[in-house]
């Protein structure tokens, strides 16, 4: 037995549950190299961009009060901006999480009487009710701005002709969502989102695109403003906050657009001058520089789960060979035992929680009980090792993270070896 093997057997893994594994990562090798290609060229953008903004010691410091002359907060957004290759940047720790970033960019960029599309299908759940699909209070419709929705077709194609026709006077803005978030559609590549906005922008050039990138940062070279977004949002407690960002958001785009959600984050007149950065900057600008390698290693946590659910017979989605445009994978089990198990077996590889057992409950902003693993040094982070899964058919659990490859690989022969323990997957490594 390996020095190895005994180390998981320390956390009550089989040497077979391990070697079942390895033979897996045996095949991902070309992949993996490819994904490390991806976060070389990732890595030196970001450096690029840091050394053109002259990032200096004193960015890393921090303003108190009303924060005015952040030089850290003032050069970060710079550097957000040459990343993602926008005009301008908001990236605040006072946005308190994606779907505030979300919301912000939405509630800042429409008007009474406008109407908001989604080309691509329902949005992520806490949506729903920022845009009142699901009524609620201080909602879009609240304030008169009106939302259509244009499916996917069934083969995960953008419904031209629909999206053609759902096009009107009033639509000032289209919502882009690059992952599938809860959803088993396929998650869009950035050369696709590009292909939407070119379709959209034809038809009526002044429209706003918005791509929410959640997930999506660092997995390819381009980012979507590289395609003609005019905005792109994400939280920072995701990939581009590398698992060091304890709080933000952050919206990249035309000046414009950028400066409208800061007056509306802050007050019109205030925008951007305000908003003190406290003392989360220097976390802000490591977790930037590690981005694009934790997201690498999340991006081979989640392929080499598919590999081993993909092997024993369950649904993955996406499967062992598709290509990646977002860190997270789906694994369906059918069961609510299944999503359950998986979920303790990820808890159980947690650094920090490792004892507790995840159960499924009622939480906020979504419409069924949800279960949610994450042993994490960031509360609720998912750029960490976690896994979450709505309890409702089909029973699919949505598993993401890990800052370090060596973590994801624990966490998902941990998932292994508990579906086995509960006899969810026969002891020769086949659905049960
Ligand atoms: C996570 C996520 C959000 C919301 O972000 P929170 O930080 O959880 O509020 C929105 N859209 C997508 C696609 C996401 O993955």
Redesign the pocket.
């Known amino acids: 037995m390996t020095d190895l093997t005994k180390q998981y057997e320390q956390f009550g893994i089989s040497p077979k549950t391990c070697s079942f594994g390895e033979s897996v990562l045996d095949s991902l090798k070309e992949r993996f190299r490819r994904i490390d290609e991806t976060a070389e060229y990732n890595q030196l953008k970001v450096i690029r961009a840091m050394q053109e903004c002259r990032v200096s010691e004193a960015c890393l410091l921090g303003t108190t009060g009303y924060g005015y002359n952040d030089i850290g907060r003032d050069t970060l957004e710079k550097v957000y901006a040459a990343v993602f290759h926008t005009e301008d940047a908001l990236v605040r720790p006072q946005i308190t ?4 970033a ?1 919301a912000l960019a939405l509630m800042s960029n429409l008007r009474p009487g406008d109407e908001l599309l989604s080309p691509v299908g329902k949005p ?1 759940d ?2 729903e009710e920022v845009i009142g699909i699901r009524p609620s209070r201080g909602s879009l419709r609240e304030y008169g701005i009106s939302y259509r929705q244009v499916d996917l077709l069934a083969d995960g194609s953008f419904d031209y002709d629909g999206i053609r026709s759902a096009i009107c006077d009033q639509t000032r803005m289209v919502t882009i ?1 690059r ?1 599938k ?1 809860y959803q088993t559609r396929p998650t869009l590549s950035v050369e696709r989102i590009g292909e939407l906005i070119r379709f959209i922008k034809e038809i009526k050039p002044d429209v706003i695109c918005m791509v ?1 990138n ?2 999506g940062e660092f997995v390819e070279t381009t980012e979507p403003a590289d395609v003609g977004a005019d905005m792109v949002v994400g ?1 920072l ?2 990939n581009p906050g590398g698992g060091l960002a304890p709080i933000g958001g952050y919206i990249a785009g035309r000046r414009e657009c950028v400066e409208n959600a800061a007056y509306r984050l802050t007050s019109p007149g205030l925008g951007k001058e305000v908003g003190a950065s406290l003392g989360v900057l220097s976390s802000f600008y490591q977790g930037l520089f590690l981005a694009p390698v934790v997201t690498a290693s999340a991006l081979k946590g989640a392929i080499f789960a598919a590999g081993i659910y993909e092997k024993i017979g369950f649904d993955v989605f996406p499967d062992g060979k598709q290509d990646r445009h977002d860190i997270i994978q789906a694994v369906t089990f059918g069961s609510p035992e299944g999503v359950i198990a998986f979920c303790e077996g990820i808890q159980a590889a947690a650094s920090v929680d490792s004892f507790v057992i995840p159960e499924p409950w009622d939480m906020p902003g979504y419409d069924s009980k949800v279960i949610m693993a994450a042993g994490a040094f960031v509360s609720g982070s ?1 750029i960490e090792l976690s896994a979450d899964g709505p309890i409702k058919p089909p029973y699919t659990v949505y598993f993401q993270g890990g800052l370090t490859f060596p973590h994801a690989k624990l966490g998902i022969l941990k998932t292994l070896q508990n579906l086995m323990d509960k006899g969810l997957i026969t002891p020769d490594f086949h659905r049960a």
Do not use: F, N
């Open positions: 999480c994606g779907t505030h979300l992520y806490t949506l969502q992952s978030g929410d959640c997930y939280s407690i995701k998912s």
